[in-house]
């Protein structure tokens, strides 16, 4: 069954600024997405095959500075865990998401954007049935969506 709307849990503040708008936390008791999928193996999968294809991509590798995609792949995971109810350690670690202003140093424009949904798709089809059913499987890909077309900042 696939759980109410994705929390992310704050410092005690509730805010609308992560794309999708942030939740109220689920009860302890309650399961979550994070739950349901398979917690940490499963948003470790997700997240390694990501920067394998970041990795190979002629347009995103050279917008991570890092040779070693290590820390932005440890980034991204802390951030998808919380927000699908998780551990809340990238709050715990980096404070507050800010997702729009974090990114804004760097321009995202409609190419960049189907670059970063093209590896994004591909790390969520790898992800076996078994973890990822269909309603899991459509529930991440429209946040993606969502979240990337949220980061463009330029036309082109």
Not at 61 to 69: A, K
Request: aromatic share 8%; charged share 25%; hydrophobic share 35%.
């Amino acid at each position: 069954m696939l759980s109410a709307a994705p929390t992310f849990r704050t410092m005690g503040s509730v805010s609308t600024e992560v794309p999708g708008g942030i939740q109220p936390s689920n009860p302890p008791t309650q399961r979550t997405f994070y739950d349901e999928v398979g917690g940490a193996e499963t948003f470790h999968k997700l997240t390694a095959r990501f920067y394998e294809e970041v990795a190979a991509d002629e347009v995103l590798r050279p917008l991570y500075p890092e040779e070693d995609l290590g820390p932005a792949e440890r980034r991204l995971r802390m951030f998808l865990e919380q927000y699908w109810g998780g551990p809340r350690t990238y709050s715990d670690e980096r404070g507050h998401p800010r997702l729009r202003m974090r990114h804004q140093p760097f321009r995202v424009g409609p190419i960049e954007r189907d670059a970063w949904l093209r590896c994004m798709h591909i790390a969520i089809a790898s992800i076996d049935e078994q973890n990822l059913d269909d309603a899991h499987r459509r529930a991440l890909v429209d946040y993606m969506e969502m979240a990337a077309n949220s980061m463009v900042n330029s036309p082109i």
